[in-house]
């Protein structure tokens, strides 16, 4: 597997960031969250390399913001 990509949203009531990757296979997936983008990343990594088997593992972790920032200009 190439890549795999994490959707992330912020939870409104802990205010932490919450990521979550669905295995297009149906087996299964990986949800994890992190007080901060930094916290999330690391977060990623480590339940990435627990979930894949030795040298199963994707080469890019593509991480997708569901709620992108929205700017107002007056």
Same mark, same amino acid.
């Given at each position: 597997?190439?890549? @795999?990509?994490?959707?992330? *949203?912020?939870?409104? *009531?802990? %205010?932490?960031l919450?990521? /979550? /990757?669905d295995?297009?296979?149906?087996? %299964? %997936?990986?949800t994890?969250?992190?007080?901060?983008?930094?916290?999330?990343?690391?977060?990623?990594?480590?339940?990435?390399?627990?979930?894949?088997?030795? %040298?199963?593992?994707?080469?890019?972790?593509? @991480?997708?913001f569901?709620?992108?920032? @929205?700017?107002?200009?007056?």
């Amino acid at each position: 597997m190439e890549e @795999i990509t994490f959707q992330v *949203q912020r939870d409104e *009531q802990s %205010g932490c960031l919450v990521a /979550w /990757w669905d295995d297009s296979d149906g087996a %299964g %997936g990986i949800t994890t969250r992190g007080q901060d983008l930094r916290d999330l990343q690391q977060q990623i990594t480590e339940a990435v390399a627990v979930h894949f088997d030795d %040298g199963a593992a994707p080469r890019r972790i593509r @991480i997708h913001f569901v709620s992108d920032p @929205i700017l107002v200009q007056a």
